[in-house]
């Protein structure tokens, strides 16, 4: 599938019942030749309203935190497990990640990506291990089918709790290293 096909397809999805209640489709955004993906969880209200990944509160903290590190949206491709926005921000269900992951998978075979970022515990126990726990493992690295992934605090979890941005910032300069370390192997 190339991009607009998939996401005209994607947009017309109806496989759970997260499409009954969306304003806008939240497929993905940024740079489509990237290294660097970045996947969360699902859209939140602003996502929803505008159909673009990562525009509310957290996603301004996200930019921010990625501007530490020199990237900004042209430097890496952003996208959801779940492309549309769950009830009162709750977790996705199982059941509707599942039905969604496909559109994913598209995306990373479009994208080709060196290295996925999944922002937080959702989104790293899907694509890294289902058991994966984001407080003792966010920052380590694995590789799956030739791709570096990491995982770190999802940005909202960082707003509620400030403590966890040490951490946080020694994880992106990781990620910074990475992303190096990458490049130098091209």
């Known amino acids: 599938m190339e991009w607009k096909e998939l996401e005209e397809a994607c947009a017309k999805c109806d496989r759970c019942s997260l499409c009954q209640r969306r304003t806008h489709l939240v497929f993905g955004d940024g740079n489509r030749q990237a290294k660097l993906m970045l996947v969360g969880e699902g859209p939140g209200e602003q996502e929803d309203l505008q159909g673009i990944p990562f525009v509310g509160p957290a996603g301004k903290l996200l930019d921010q935190m990625l501007a530490i590190i ?15 926005r769950p009830p009162q921000n709750r977790d996705p269900l199982a059941a509707e990640q599942e039905a969604c992951i496909g559109w994913l998978r ?30 003792r493992e ?45 490049q130098q192997e091209n």
């Open 70 to 84: 020199d990237l900004d949206r042209k430097d890496y491709y952003i996208a959801n497990i779940v492309k549309c």
């Open 106 to 135: 598209e995306q990373v075979k479009l994208v080709r990506p060196k290295i996925i970022l999944c922002l937080g515990r959702i989104a790293a126990q899907r694509l890294i291990d289902p058991s994966y726990r984001i407080t």
């Open 138 to 182: 966010h920052g380590q690295w694995v590789q799956k089918g030739g791709i570096w992934m990491s995982a770190i605090y999802h940005p909202s979890a960082l707003l509620r709790d400030e403590s966890k941005r040490p951490e946080t910032f020694d994880d992106l300069l990781s990620l910074r290293d990475k992303l190096r370390e990458v």
